[in-house]
T-cell receptor, first 114, second 112 residues
Framework: DSGVTQTPKHLITATGQRVTLRCSPR?????VYWYQQSLDQGLQFLIQ???????AKGNILERFSAQQFPDLHSELNLSSLELGDSALYFC?????????????FGPGTRLLVL | DAKTTQPNSMESNEEEPVHLPCNHS???????IHWYRQLPSQGPEYVIH???SNVNNRMASLAIAEDRKSSTLILHRATLRDAAVYYC?????????????FGPGTRLSVLP
C-alpha cells in the first residue's frame, strides 16, 4: 500500500459524458501527478501540481483539466469523453517537486468509455 | 521520448539472481536513475534510485557504471511475485517543467 488513494476504482460511462477522478496523496506529500496508461500508448504523464499550483504539463488534452485543493487532494476532470479515453488513470504523489523525489503511485482508476 | 533503453523481456528462474540492464548514454550530471516496477493491474511501484554510487535497499540493488551511461537493477533472489514490467527512468534533480518519461520497460518472467 503506497498511501495514495484513488476513487473510484472503476468507471463506466458513455461517449460525450464528463467524469471526475479523485486522488488523495500520501500524508505530507505536496506534489500530485496524473498519468494515463492505455494499451497502445503506455504510461504517459499528464500533469503535475505542487502545493496547489500547476507545475508541469505533459500530454494532457484540452478536454481534460485538473486541480489541487487546499487540503492537497486532486481531481482530474475528463469531458466530452471519447472511446479512446478508455484507459487506466494513475495518480502519484511525492514530498517535493524535484526529479530526485520518489513518486508513490495509487492503485489507479480504470475508465471504460462505451 | 524515453532517454533509456531496456530489453523488451527477460526470463529468470525462481530463487536465482536477476540482472536487469538499462542504457542511458545521454545521461547528464544531474539526472537521477530511478527504477519502478508494475505488476499486472497495479500502479507502478518504486524500487530504487541513485545518482552516482551503487545503492542497496530491501528490495534490490542498483549498480551504476562508472561513466553513468548504464545501470543494472539486481534482484538477489527472484520470486514469482517479482514478475512485472520494470522501468528505468532518468529525471534531473531540478525537473521543473519536466517529469518521468516511461518507456516500454522490461517484462520479467519468473519461472518456478
Amino acid at each position: 500500500d503506497s498511501g495514495v488513494t484513488q476513487t473510484p476504482k472503476h468507471l463506466i460511462t458513455a461517449t460525450g459524458q464528463r467524469v471526475t477522478l479523485r486522488c488523495s496523496p500520501r500524508s505530507g506529500d505536496l506534489s500530485v501527478y496524473w498519468y494515463q496508461q492505455s494499451l497502445d500508448q503506455g504510461l504517459q504523464f499528464l500533469i503535475q501540481y505542487y502545493n496547489g499550483e500547476e507545475r508541469a504539463k505533459g500530454n494532457i488534452l484540452e478536454r481534460f483539466s485538473a486541480q489541487q485543493f487546499p487540503d492537497l487532494h486532486s481531481e482530474l476532470n475528463l469531458s466530452s469523453l471519447e472511446l479512446g479515453d478508455s484507459a487506466l488513470y494513475f495518480c502519484a504523489s511525492s514530498v517535493g517537486a524535484g526529479g530526485h523525489k520518489t513518486q508513490y503511485f495509487g492503485p489507479g482508476t480504470r475508465l471504460l468509455v462505451l | 521520448d524515453a532517454k533509456t533503453t531496456q530489453p523488451n523481456s527477460m526470463e529468470s528462474n525462481e530463487e536465482e539472481p536477476v540482472h536487469l540492464p538499462c542504457n542511458h548514454s545521454t545521461i547528464s550530471g544531474t539526472d537521477y536513475i530511478h527504477w519502478y516496477r508494475q505488476l499486472p493491474s497495479q500502479g507502478p511501484e518504486y524500487v530504487i534510485h541513485g545518482l552516482t554510487s551503487n545503492v542497496n535497499n530491501r528490495m534490490a540493488s542498483l549498480a551504476i557504471a562508472e561513466d553513468r551511461k548504464s545501470s543494472t537493477l539486481i534482484l538477489h533472489r527472484a520470486t514469482l511475485r517479482d514478475a512485472a514490467v520494470y522501468y528505468c527512468i532518468l529525471s534531473p534533480r531540478d525537473n521543473y517543467g519536466q517529469n518521468f518519461v516511461f518507456g516500454p520497460g522490461t517484462r520479467l518472467s519468473v519461472l518456478p
